[in-house]
């Protein structure tokens, strides 16, 4: 079945780059996503990426994939305090009707 | 552009209650599905509508329904409440099922049992 791993706790200093880690178990995954949630708030969607890409750079992000070690990452460049909130790692595979698997998160506090 | 809104913020009941939830999706958005985020159990998947039909569904129990309306809209509805249904319910909505376009989320519904 499908699994998704990720680190529970990352700390950085403001102006510093933060990584946020993730693998998963499911070799038919298609899309990897990264969403964003703040305290009391929903989930926001921060990028995602199509399997077949080794990486995709969006302004401040970056995302790397390695299919082959099935290992996501999230690079936030000069991590702002307003950074600081739960990330998510999820992937959706043809075979799973397009439901999103979730990573267990990774609170990042930014510090000044 | 608004985004998927879900109604009510929040929701207090007692076990053996009924709950309904709301969501809208997207205009344009024809799938609709909905996840519970409970503490400690992380984000689940429960049900997937797309074009009125349920087209798939996560490990929950019978007392977890819903129904997608003509305007795509939705309701998750549960049934005799446990104490261990108090979670953040979200609701996502894509352009079109089962084709792998990203989910945008709305805000959740907070459901507290008492």
């Known amino acids: 079945g499908e699994d998704v791993e990720q680190s529970l706790f990352l700390s950085v200093r403001e102006g510093d780059s933060s990584v946020i880690n993730c693998t998963y178990t499911?070799?038919?995954?298609?899309?990897l996503y990264w969403y964003k949630q703040e305290p009391g708030a929903g989930l926001q969607l921060l990028t995602y990426?199509?399997?077949?890409?080794d990486m995709k750079q969006d302004q401040r992000l970056t995302v790397l994939l390695n299919k082959k070690d099935k290992h996501l990452s999230l690079r936030i460049a000069d991590t702002q305090t307003g950074d600081s909130a739960i990330y998510f790692c999820?992937?959706?595979?043809?075979?799973?009707?397009?439901?999103?698997?979730f990573g267990t998160g990774t609170q990042l506090k930014v510090e000044l | 552009e608004a985004g998927v809104t879900q109604s009510p913020t929040h929701l207090i009941k007692t076990r053996g209650q009924q709950a309904t939830l709301r969501c809208s999706p997207i205009?344009?958005?024809?799938?609709v599905y909905w996840y519970q985020q409970a503490l400690g159990l992380g984000l689940q998947f429960l049900l997937w509508?797309?074009?009125?039909?349920?087209?798939n569904r996560g490990n929950f129990p019978p007392r977890f329904s819903g129904r997608q309306f003509p305007n795509y809209s939705s309701e998750l509805n549960v049934n005799a409440l446990e104490l261990e249904d108090s979670a953040l319910y979200l609701c996502?909505?894509?352009?079109?099922?089962?084709?792998?376009?990203?989910?945008?989320f709305g805000d959740g519904t907070r459901l507290s049992i008492l």
């Open positions: 990426i199509f399997s077949n890409m």
């Open positions: 499911d070799s038919s995954s298609t899309y």
């Open positions: 999820a992937e959706s595979s043809t075979g799973g009707g397009n439901k999103l698997t």
């Open positions: 509508y797309d074009e009125g039909e349920e087209r």
């Open positions: 205009s344009g958005h024809t799938s």
């Open positions: 996502a909505s894509t352009l079109k099922g089962g084709s792998n376009q990203p989910q945008h």
